[in-house]
């Protein structure tokens, strides 16, 4: 703390300080100047920018997932409505749709068959496609928490959304979200399960719970246990 002669006074004129009575500057004694007009605001422009680059991802892999389920035949949805309409009948494996087979387990067509009894092709198709872009952000999301621990949550949240569009086209990824598969919700669950933390701050979910739901609907996921 610098301490100041009486005769001075401590106001605050544009972060300088004024001699008392003399009406004179003294520049020489500036302890705490404002900081400069826009200053702040040059600060957090890259990221707001970044933030809105990260919208426009959003949007655009939105945009790209509803334009598909509205427009599209996802033939994967209409299996799994298929299965989930015949969990109680004995033809659940013997049954087709056209040419197709219903291969998943029984646990997965009861999953399937609350959706398939409530829901009509097209809001089961508008569903999926905003779960499976959700799914994906979290993967997204995960994959880079845990190759780059150092940018922590916000600043990874921040670089998901932006990579959102650019994960979407990957080919395996269009291919599941354009067809309506499950694959990316089941990815999400093993690699949270394994990779994450499991918990919510308060209770912490035993390890292979999520890999053991996702390999009760899907059979792949087994080489996890």
Known sequence: RVELPRRYRRIRRNGLW?????????????LRADPAPGAQTQNRSPALRFWLLGALSVAAALGWALFVAVHGNQVDIDV???????????DLYSARLGTLYFTYTPFAALVFSLPSLILNTLSLQVMWALTNVAALAGLTYLSIRITLPRLGPRRSAEWALLLLTPAL???????????????????????????????DRTRKLPLGVATGIA???KLTPLIFI
Do not use: C, E, K
């Not at 004024?18 to 500036?30: H, I, L, Y």
């Not at 298929?82 to 109680?88: K, L, N, Q, S």
């Open 215 to 217: 390999a009760a609907i």
């Open 18 to 30: 004024r001699r008392d009575g003399a009406g004179r500057q003294n520049r020489s004694v500036n």
């Open 80 to 90: 799994y409505r298929f299965g989930g309409r015949h969990i109680f009948h004995p």
């Open 169 to 199: 086209a990957l080919d395996p990824v269009f291919i599941n979200i354009g067809l309506g598969q499950i694959n990316l919700v089941l990815t999400l669950m093993i690699l949270w399960d394994l990779a994450g933390r499991r918990d």
